[in-house]
């Protein structure tokens, strides 16, 4: 029999149970950082709201930052997640069209800004961040198997980085066409040949050294 308090012990996610338990908590997560913002967001209210106890919100999420993390990273409303590709500029642009999306959710945009916040003075917040960024890198690595590239975390924040500055510093939208500029522009960092065809290939069907397995 486990030592470990009951309230400490991690959910069985591979559950079918716990899957619609923590689906059902991140639905109205996301409907109460949408009506009160992440203030808002208690686990008091959120555990009323899903019709469970405390302490089933704190075995899935130790904290708040982690839940936010969760939200940011998981739901319905993120965007079409791109499919894998050989063709390097189109997979660079589904991603960030799809990353977009998602930051642009009612729910995702106050839980990014709460996270990005709260990392300078409170260590799980920047746990959570250095968690999505690393996350969503090993992601769109997955997505560039197929051209055999897999780019370092340098070119992975030369690429989103544009993109988030877009959306939350300038507060603008970041258009089709300013995503199809950031990815052209980040084409050039790779390194990749003129008349490639996007696909990281130069004009003799080999990839650049730095990119070849």
């Known amino acids: 029999m486990s030592s470990t308090p009951v309230h400490r012990r991690k ?3 591979s559950n079918p149970r716990v899957q619609r ?22 686990y008091a209210l959120l555990a009323e709201r899903a019709g469970v106890t405390r302490q089933t919100v704190y075995r899935h999420w130790h904290n708040r930052a982690a839940l936010l993390s969760d939200l940011i990273l998981e739901g319905p409303d993120l965007g079409n ?3 894998p590709g050989t063709d390097v500029r189109i997979v ?3 991603w960030l069209k ?14 990014v800004l709460a996270v990005t916040a709260q990392a300078d003075h409170d260590p799980d917040s920047a746990q959570a961040l250095v968690h999505i960024v690393e996350d969503r890198h090993a992601a769109f690595n997955g997505m560039l198997e197929p051209a055999g590239v897999r780019i370092s975390a340098e070119e992975y924040t030369l690429l989103y980085g544009p993109v988030v500055a877009r959306l939350f510093f300038d507060r603008a939208q970041a258009t089709d066409a300013f995503i199809d500029a ?8 790779l390194r990749l040949e003129d008349g490639d065809g996007g696909d990281g290939r130069d004009g ?7 990119e070849r397995r």
Do not use: C, F, K
Not at 182 to 189: G, K
Not at 204 to 210: E, T, Y
């Open 21 to 42: 338990t923590r689906a059902r908590i991140i639905t109205v997560a996301r409907e109460l950082l949408s009506e009160a913002g992440p203030e808002g967001l208690t």
């Open 98 to 111: 799809s990353m977009r999306d998602g930051m642009n959710a009612p729910a995702v945009r106050p839980a």
């Open 204 to 210: 003799h069907g080999d990839r650049p050294a730095r």
């Open 92 to 94: 660079a642009t589904a």
């Open 81 to 83: 997640y791109p499919e």
């Open 11 to 13: 959910p069985t996610l």
């Open 182 to 189: 950031v990815v052209a522009q980040w084409l050039t960092t």
